[in-house]
C-alpha cells in the first residue's frame, strides 16, 4: 500500500526531518522522495521548481495536492489527519506554536544550520578540511541564540509549554545535529535545560525513529 503522504526532499536534510516528525507523531505514513517520475529534485532542476516555486526542499504531496514552506506542511498535517494535536486549542497558544516555527525556520536555522552545521555537513576548506575559522566565527551566535531557547524552555518540557508542537519537530532536527559535532559538549552541556530536553525529543518513539542518524 503506498504512503499517505510523500515528503519531497532527501531524509538528511532538518527540514525533511521536522515533517518526518510529524508523520510519525501523527501516526501516518510517508515516504521520502529524492526523484519525480525520473527526474533527481536537484537545486535548479525544473521538477524541484514545480513543487516549491522558490526551489527549496522539502515539498509534501498529499493526493493531487501540493503544499510547501515547512512550517505550512506541518500545520497541514496536524489540520488534516487524525492523531494527537501538533498545537493548542487556543489562538493565543496556536499563534505561540506559529511564531516560533517561522523563528525557527528562519533566525534559527540560518545561524545553527547555514552558517555553523553546514561547515561540518560540507566542509569547504583545503582537502575538504572543516574551515574551523568559520566554526568559531559561527559560534558565538549559536551560543546566544541557544541562550534565547534554554529561556524559552525554561521549566517546561516544550519549546511552547507543556505540549509537543509542530515547533517541537522543528526545532529538534537542528538541536540533534549540533549534538552530534565535536564542540556539543560546550554548546549543549550535559545536565543543561536544552541538552535535557533534546535528550527527551530523541528518546520520544518519533525521535528514535527519525533522529540520531548521518
Ligand atoms: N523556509 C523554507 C526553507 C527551506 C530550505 O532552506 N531548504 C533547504 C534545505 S534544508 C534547501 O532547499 N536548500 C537548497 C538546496 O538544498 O538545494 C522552509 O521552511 O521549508
Avoid at 506542511?73 to 506554536?97: H, K, M, N, W
Amino acid at each position: 500500500m503506498s504512503a499517505q503522504v510523500q515528503i519531497l526532499g532527501p531524509a538528511f536534510s532538518t527540514f525533511v526531518r521536522s515533517v518526518m516528525l510529524c508523520c510519525e507523531e501523527k501516526g501516518i505514513s510517508y515516504e521520502t522522495k529524492f526523484e519525480i517520475n525520473g527526474e533527481p529534485l536537484t537545486l535548479n532542476s525544473e521538477a524541484r521548481q514545480h513543487y516549491h516555486p522558490f526551489g527549496k526542499i522539502p515539498a509534501l504531496l498529499h493526493n493531487d495536492r501540493t503544499v510547501f514552506e515547512t512550517a505550512s506542511i506541518c500545520r497541514y498535517i496536524d489540520a488534516t489527519f487524525d492523531g494527537p494535536a501538533l498545537q493548542p486549542e487556543d489562538s493565543y497558544g496556536r499563534a505561540q506554536v506559529d511564531q516560533w516555527s517561522r523563528a525557527i525556520s528562519q533566525y534559527v536555522d540560518q545561524a545553527i544550520v547555514r552558517r555553523y552545521l553546514l561547515e561540518f555537513a560540507f566542509p569547504k576548506g583545503p582537502d575538504g578540511q572543516v574551515r574551523l575559522e568559520k566554526v568559531a566565527e559561527a559560534e558565538p551566535e549559536v551560543m546566544s541564540i541557544l541562550r534565547l531557547l534554554e529561556k524559552l524552555i525554561g521549566d517546561h518540557a516544550f519549546i511552547c509549554g507543556d505540549q509537543y508542537s509542530y515547533a517541537d519537530a522543528i526545532l529538534t532536527p537542528m538541536l540533534d545535529y549540533l549534538s552530534g559535532t565535536p564542540n556539543a559538549a560546550t554548546l549543549l552541556p550535559a545536565g543543561s535545560p536544552l541538552n535535557r530536553y533534546i535528550q527527551r525529543m530523541q528518546a520520544r518513539p518519533s525521535g528514535q525513529k527519525v533522529l540520531n542518524k548521518q
